[in-house]
């Protein structure tokens, strides 16, 4: 089931910390998979979690969270801050089902995101949904970093 939730903000506490606890399961993976520590991602706080103003859709498998997909629609485009998925459901089509969310919400609206160039799964995902290499640069941690764009 996926649930389209309209600011972080409006969520509470036990969800956001079930949100944090999945984002470090999913990070952790990452990080291992990148070779990168500090791995940046692993420090965000709850509370910086919780006073987040972007929006999410999530993913339940049996009153779980499975799988989210943050992002900011402030702007003209959308940017997608995170796309956090359980190790146990990777490869399972979570990512797929909350990125097709986004973009028929979305649909007339340029979507795009960073993701480190090593991460290949991610890059195929969004590759698969039409999204292209818009830029190449390096973060401060000197992680190589990708920004993908869907017109």
Do not use: C
Request: no cysteine; glycine share 4%; hydrophobic share 40%.
């Amino acid at each position: 089931m996926i649930q389209q939730i309209k600011t972080i903000q409006t969520l509470p506490k036990a969800t956001i910390e079930q949100l944090h606890a999945l984002q470090q399961l999913s990070y952790t993976s990452e990080q291992q998979l990148l070779t990168i520590d500090p791995f940046p991602p692993l420090l965000e706080t709850i509370n910086a979690l919780a006073t987040s103003a972007d929006a999410l859709i999530i993913r339940l498998e049996s009153g779980q969270i499975v799988g989210f997909l943050q992002y900011d629609s402030t702007r003209e485009d959308v940017v997608i801050n995170k796309l956090v998925v359980h190790p146990d459901y990777f490869r399972q089509g979570i990512g797929s089902d909350l990125l097709e969310t986004l973009i028929e919400d979305k649909r007339n609206t340029s979507i795009q995101v960073e993701t480190a160039a090593k991460n290949t799964p991610a890059i195929k995902l969004y590759q698969k949904y039409g999204f292209h290499k818009a830029a190449q640069f390096y973060a401060a941690e000197g992680l190589q970093l990708l920004r993908l764009v869907r017109p």
